[in-house]
């Protein structure tokens, strides 16, 4: 089984800096003026997942909070600290994880869109 996530956006060039120069993942595919949409299309492709990005002429509503979060857990110490080095050096908005597991597990940043994302180094190998 593969999985996408798909959600529409207003940010779509932020999102793909942030999602990719940032995060590390590869863009997959695009499509434009599709019924009315544009999109992207972000993961690895050797996953079984990945994640859309949409834009059209209508607005975006989002209704999400501090527990909805993606979590991204990087293969190694060195990915881990170079993704967030590369969010902070981005002034990524940072934020204390309501959630206290995540307190000790990870750390939270804010995508474009105002969601959360916690990078967790807690599959890292050496």
Known sequence: MELRIARHTRHLDEIIIFYGAILGLDLLGSF?????????????????WHLEFTRSAEAPVH??????????????????????????SNKTIELVPRNPYWRVNGRLFKDPDGFGVIISPLRCTA
């Open 32 to 48: 434009q003026g599709h019924d009315g949409y544009d999109g992207i299309f972000m993961g690895k492709e050797e996953l079984g």
């Open 63 to 88: 209704h999400s909070d501090e527990d909805d979060l993606l979590v991204f857990y990087p293969p190694t110490l060195a990915q881990y600290n170079a993704i967030v080095g590369r969010l902070e």
